[in-house]
């Protein structure tokens, strides 16, 4: 177990000198691992009061008493009394971005990271030791290791880290998981291993006795892992947006491929619904860095970057919009987090004023002059619009400066007016007020827009009302969905010594091993081997010994003497039966129960696109005679005996000399693969 556990610097509390799994610190004491520790705490809180609610809805079922039924129904209002307190405060954890923000972050809105689904330990060790004893014949206890590692990466994806190094360690252990499935999940039967992961946003448990409900969970928790780096990366910094921007992406990506694949997870937090919305924030999430990373390097106060940007604000706002309108949807909004909907509509209207200030800004600070291209900004503007007011034009607007600074006064007041409703939006929920940043750059660009129109206000000029057009959002860098390389991580299967995985699986079942005793006669051991690993035993002569020892047809060969030769190749396995003596030698088979076991489809070395086979009974026909009719069967020296014949055989077949068998029953010609004679005149293979 210990080439498993790999050193990240971190010993663990005992002193001990032990390490933790690389990806993985369960006792990290970050605000994040609190926020963690919290969750599970309430988590057992909540299934505690749903237990006690479930015994008091029997009992008020099951009794007619009526004074007994008016005690248990002051019972049950004490137990949902709990339950939608526990509830909040779960809902608080969810709104507790804070601790997910970079510490070092003083001028950016705050992002919503996922919560980690929290489950129970599994105990793997019983079952499957006790399936490897059923199912495989084999020891179980010789296999304590194999499950301890198992064992030990589950829990270890328990706590991981937040970076790439915890991202990969869940993508291990979901790798792992079709194999555990293949090994020990029969689709007859119940393994009766229970598997338990709690809602991520009302803390209900989740119970199920198949994989599916680990994979799609793991898979959450790696998108749940992306969402906190990408709030975690400092967004001051082109490299930190950039990080933010693909882990976002990688985010919705994880969540895309877990709602295409596990259609039907019976948690509500892994609902196609619920993902759907998850989806659309990440990439809200990921737009918004995206527009940051635009904005960074300052923006030029010229009319095409101010216009440029107006419509990159656009799209954050309209991304966002969508984002807030999922959320209030009937199925939706009675889970979503109060905080998360109030913060996508502030958004959708901080986002929405800014592209009106832009637009403001650039009419009525850039007039059009002799120099500038009228073209180009006619064109331009009429890009921004999708509609304009009645009898106006984009060429209008930008030649009649009253128009120009009539339209620009309107897309002022309209960012007056939306800063002010994200300022409204944000006094309504308590966990916004906790974020002290978010209000000063909301209040900071309700100034900015407020100095900008007194310093284009007259006080001479009529109040005008005109309603500022809508703006078309367009951005350069759309937010893409981006499906992390890391959920296809190869692993070395924790029990490739139970045989490949293609043969000895849990669907499959197979005889107990038999012990063979092979004899060879005149070096001839009468059958042929074939496949890929595990080689298997075909063409078998019937009158030979093994066949009266039991060996038959289709059998699998899993050792030769005391050689373990599950993963042994053809070439391999006659490489251990080359040396066999007079005494003979033992060795185990196994027989697939499936009355029509299935062949291996490959063979152990290709030459000229033709299969070629390693056998221990070879007939070749006599290349002169061009008759199939007429062909003889030749004799051949004994096995194994490589002489010069043998050599100057055509390359693309390799016979390995047999006894004369012309006089047997089982001789007569039934190929195995198609005659190579229209490849290489020099042999045909049967």
């Known amino acids: ?272 619904a619920m993902l759907s919305m998850l989806i659309r924030m990440m990439l809200a999430q990921a737009q918004e860095c995206l527009f940051e990373k635009t904005a960074l390097p300052g923006i030029r106060n010229q009319f095409y970057s101010l216009m440029k940007m107006a419509q990159e604000a656009a799209k954050v706002s309209e991304t966002y919009d969508q984002v807030h309108q999922s959320m209030i949807q009937t199925p939706i909004k009675d889970n979503v987090p109060f905080f998360w909907s109030t913060m996508s509509q502030v958004k959708t209207n901080h986002y929405r004023s800014m592209a009106h200030f832009f637009v403001g800004s650039a009419l009525l600070d850039h007039q059009l002059g002799p120099s500038d291209d009228e073209d180009q900004q006619e064109k331009t503007l009429s890009q921004v619009y999708d509609r304009l007011p009645e009898g106006c034009s984009p060429l209008d607007i930008l030649k009649d400066r009253e128009e120009r600074n009539r339209i620009g006064k309107a897309h002022i007041r309209r960012a007056i007016l939306g800063h002010e409703e994200a300022l409204r939006i944000y006094g309504l929920c308590h966990h916004l007020n906790k974020l002290e940043i978010l209000e000063e750059i909301l209040k900071a660009s309700h100034q900015r827009t407020l100095n900008k129109y007194s310093e284009n206000e007259n006080q001479e000029e009529f109040t005008d009302y005109m309603e500022a057009p809508d703006i078309i959002s367009k951005t350069e860098h759309k937010a893409e969905l981006e499906v992390p390389a890391t959920t296809k991580v190869k692993v070395t299967d924790f029990f490739q010594r139970l045989g490949p995985l293609s043969v000895f699986s849990a669907k499959q079942r197979w005889t107990a091993p038999r012990t063979i005793q092979l004899h060879p006669e005149d070096r001839d051991l009468g059958f042929t081997l074939k496949g890929d690993s595990p080689v298997q035993v075909v063409s078998l002569d019937p009158l030979c010994p093994a066949a009266a020892d039991g060996l038959k047809e289709g059998d699998f060969i899993i050792a030769v003497g005391d050689t373990d030769c599950k993963w042994f190749s053809v070439s391999e396995v006659m490489r251990l039966l080359k040396d066999v003596d007079e005494e003979g030698i033992d060795i185990q088979v196994v027989s697939l129960m499936d009355t029509n076991p299935q062949m291996p489809t490959k063979s152990a070395t290709f030459s000229g696109n033709l299969p070629k086979t390693y056998s221990m009974i070879c007939l070749a026909y006599d290349d002169d005679d061009k008759n199939s009719k007429s062909r003889k069967v030749s004799k051949k020296s004994s096995f194994l005996n490589w002489g010069l014949k043998n050599k100057l055989k055509s390359a693309s077949t390799l016979s390995l000399p047999t006894a004369d068998s012309g006089s047997l029953p089982w001789n007569k010609h039934c190929p195995t693969f198609p005659s190579s004679s229209s490849y290489n005149n020099d042999s045909a293979l049967y």
């Open 1 to 272: 177990m210990t080439d498993t556990l790999l050193p990240n610097g971190i010993q663990d509390g005992g002193g001990d000198g032990s390490y933790f799994r690389k990806g993985c610190n369960p006792f990290a004491q970050s605000g994040r691992s609190k926020l963690q520790n919290k969750r599970a705490s309430l988590n057992q809180q909540i299934i505690k009061e749903m237990r006690m609610r479930a015994g008091a809805e029997n009992l008020l079922k099951a009794s007619s008493n009526n004074k007994v039924k008016e005690m248990v129904m002051l019972e049950l209002s004490y137990v949902n009394a709990n339950l939608q307190l526990l509830t909040g405060q779960l809902e608080a954890l969810n709104s507790s971005v804070e601790v997910y923000q970079n510490t070092q972050e003083t001028a950016n809105i705050p992002l919503i990271a996922l919560g980690l689904k929290e489950t129970k330990e599994v105990d793997f060790s019983t079952l499957f030791k006790d399936f490897i004893l059923e199912h495989y014949s084999e020891d179980g206890n010789s296999f304590n290791d194999e499950i301890a590692d198992l064992m030990d990466l589950r829990q270890a994806c328990r706590t991981p880290t937040r970076s790439d190094a915890g991202v990969e360690l869940l993508a291990k252990y979901y790798s792992h998981l079709p194999l555990i499935e293949t090994r020990f999940f029969s689709p007859n039967h119940q393994a009766g291993i229970f598997f338990t992961w709690y809602d991520s946003f009302t803390g209900v448990p989740v119970c199920q006795q198949n994989l599916s409900l680990e994979k799609a969970s793991v898979l959450f928790n790696m998108a749940a892992l992306y969402s906190q780096i990408g709030t975690r990366s400092d967004r001051q910094t082109i490299v930190g947006l950039e990080e933010a921007i693909s882990s976002f992406q990688k985010a919705a990506g994880t969540l895309h491929h877990l709602k295409e694949t596990f259609t039907h997870t019976p948690s509500y937090d892994m609902s196609p």
